[in-house]
């Protein structure tokens, strides 16, 4: 058994996370500053671990003394979000990412896993990315994610052993739901409007990987030999699940009964990448991925025939990031450098 602490375990892999890793021996900690807690879509969770709630510019070394490893997923989670305020980005996802592992490392934390994203790639051609291929971070997002892989990196010694998993496109259900994720999102357009509608031709490329395929990811990793991921980047997700995003729209359209589908022009946005996911099964032969796209649209159906989802709650500012922290900074309830004010 290892004792872990979890960032983000308020949010949307991270309220997964968090129990999955109970369920398999671990002893988990999590933390969060509480952003999105407005938002629970369903109750699915037998058990949640205890949860700290505090930003994690404020975790202080002693905070993080005594834990085997630290998962670190707690950041401002998408391109929309990171471009509304970049300095902020830069400051929470990058500063605030890289202070946290060192005070993991001063505190005598032996592993600290970082959740990076293939969005790293940003542009390309067709040709399949891998962890070789250099990145190109069209977003503060992006570009933060690069920052913390190369500075973290460099703290990385026999007695600190970081790695960094760029996951694909999340997708799944989970009871703090995100709808600004493009499976995710499709689905709920499917249930409630009875139809999908791409503003663009749908040909970006998008590698997907379900939800709980991300926490197998990290489960492996914590259980792999040190030399296997010590100071490694591992993509995370299947080489077969690379889409276009109109692919994405046909199998969510055809898992909806009488879902309509139309098709838009090229809308500008360049970004797309496809990604290879061959390393993480050569080094983590104990890692791979149980869930298409095809099962994550057929859960989320279920889930929202369960609680009879209306349109009022898939559209609920909790589940959209960048909707939520712009009702934050409305109601002042956070400040400029998105802190809590007191009342």
């Not at 999105?36 to 002693?62: E, F, S």
């Not at 990058?94 to 032996?110: C, D, P, T």
């Not at 276009?244 to 809308?267: M, N, Q, Y």
């Amino acid at each position: 058994m290892k004792k872990l602490l979890v960032t983000g375990t308020g949010g949307y892999i991270g309220c997964m996370l968090g129990p999955y890793l109970e369920k398999h021996g671990d002893q988990v900690t999590g933390v969060d500053t509480g952003y999105y807690l407005d938002g629970w879509l369903y109750n699915g969770l037998r058990q949640t671990p205890k949860m700290i709630i505090k930003d994690i510019r404020n975790i202080t070394t002693q905070d993080l003394e005594g834990y085997d490893a630290v998962i670190h997923l707690a950041e401002l989670s998408n391109d929309p979000l990171g471009q509304h305020n970049p300095e902020v980005t830069y400051q929470i996802n990058h500063i605030g990412s890289v202070e946290l592992a060192k005070r993991a490392k001063a505190a005598g934390v032996q592993q600290f896993i970082y959740t990076s994203s293939c969005s790293v790639y940003g542009v390309g051609t067709d040709d399949i990315k891998n962890e070789e291929t250099p990145p190109q971070p069209q977003t503060a997002y992006a570009q933060c994610k690069v920052l913390v892989e190369r500075d973290v990196q460099a703290l990385a010694d026999d007695h600190f052993s970081p790695t960094f998993l760029r996951n694909a496109t999340a997708f799944g259900a989970s009871p703090r739901m995100r709808f600004d994720v493009v499976l995710n999102n499709l689905s709920g357009l499917a249930w409630t409007t009875k139809e999908i509608r791409l503003t663009s031709d749908g040909s970006p490329w998008r590698p997907l990987v379900h939800v709980l395929d991300i926490c197998e990811a990290v489960r492996c990793t914590l259980a792999a030999p040190r030399d296997a991921v010590h100071g490694q980047i591992f993509n995370v997700g299947d080489t077969q699940a690379n889409y276009r995003v109109r692919e994405i729209a046909e199998i969510v359209s055809e898992t909806f009964p009488g879902c309509g589908l139309s098709i838009g022009k090229s809308d500008g946005d360049n970004r797309s990448y496809r990604v290879s996911f061959d390393k993480i099964k050569a080094c983590l032969p104990d890692f791979q991925c149980k869930y298409t796209p095809r099962h994550g649209a057929e859960e989320l159906r279920k889930v929202f025939e369960y609680i009879d989802m209306s349109s009022d709650t898939f559209q609920f500012r909790a589940f959209t990031r960048l909707k939520q922290l712009k009702h934050l900074i409305n109601t002042h309830q956070i400040d400029e450098q998105f802190f809590w004010r007191e009342m």
